[in-house]
């Protein structure tokens, strides 16, 4: 009996690690976000019921998939500590649930989240998001402090800039938003040219507001998620190998360490010899 368990999980895991079986799960991810888009455009009651059936189809599909992934798993408990196969459970289970009465709602929502499974599926597209993700606290410094220029830069615009245009430079928080605008290069010329009449020198207002936001802390940004990404890629490449790392070093450095102390073993040991 465990020989037939061990057997048919050994072929679930072939066909879970096999190339074809995860094209074809790619492949049917995007039908079903072809699907959710063909359903927002009108059409006929025979094409409907052809996308109905292709839904159906797809929700099988994925319910057949996840149960394959699950079964190939040598530790079952293991296979809820990865994060992704929980995510696609949630999103497979949540596609079972009929498309009708109080919970059409949120059925549909998740079967538009199941286009997100491809993030899932491709490694290169899980490495972005794993380091967006891990990246997220560092930039949360970075945004904090953004905060705080964007505030100052905010009480001073509503202090000087209100009797000039009070929808725009009214209070403090409708003054960000105008900073918000300026920041992002949105028409931000016409905002400093009306008060440039009334102030000659408030450009220099908005050209240190500019760098600041638009220079400095953006570029920090994408310095951090560069950074992190490239910590990614380091620990992907080890993955790929079948490397594990070592006191948070990537694993090929750690390799690298072990192989020049083997070879100071191994010329202690000619030199005693000799």
Avoid at 70 to 94: M, R
Avoid at 230 to 254: V, Y
């Amino acid at each position: 009996m465990n020989t037939l368990i061990l057997k048919t999980q050994r072929t679930l895991r072939k066909i879970d690690k096999s190339k074809i079986f995860q094209g074809i799960v790619i492949a049917v991810i995007i039908l079903s976000a072809l699907l959710i888009g063909v359903k927002t455009h009108n059409l006929s009651a025979n094409v409907i019921g052809i996308l109905l059936l292709l839904d159906v189809a797809v929700t099988v599909f994925f319910a057949i998939e996840i149960s394959i992934r699950y079964l190939a798993c040598p530790q079952k408990k293991g296979f809820f500590k990865n994060g992704w196969n929980i995510f696609d459970t949630v999103i497979v289970i949540g596609s079972l649930i009929p498309a009708g009465g109080s919970g059409v709602l949120i059925a549909r929502l998740l079967r538009v989240f199941r286009v997100l499974r491809l993030v899932s599926m491709v490694p290169e597209l899980r490495l972005l998001i794993n380091a967006l993700l891990k990246a997220i606290p560092r930039m949360g410094y970075i945004a904090l402090l953004m905060f705080v220029i964007f505030y100052i830069y905010a009480a001073i615009g509503s202090m000087y800039f209100h009797s000039i245009n009070e929808v725009l430079w009214g209070d403090v928080s409708i003054s960000m938003l105008t900073l918000f605008r300026v920041a992002t290069f949105e028409d931000w010329t016409d905002v400093m040219y009306e008060t440039m009449a009334v102030h000659p020198f408030s450009w220099i207002y908005y050209l240190t507001f500019i760098f600041l936001t638009a220079f400095i802390f953006l570029n920090m940004m994408v310095g951090t998620v560069l950074e992190v990404m490239g910590q990614e890629h380091e620990q992907f490449r080890a993955e790929q190998h079948g490397e594990s790392g070592d006191g948070g070093e990537p694993a090929s450095r750690a390799q690298i360490d072990n192989l020049e102390r083997e070879l100071a073993e191994i010329k202690a040991l000619l030199l005693n010899k000799s």
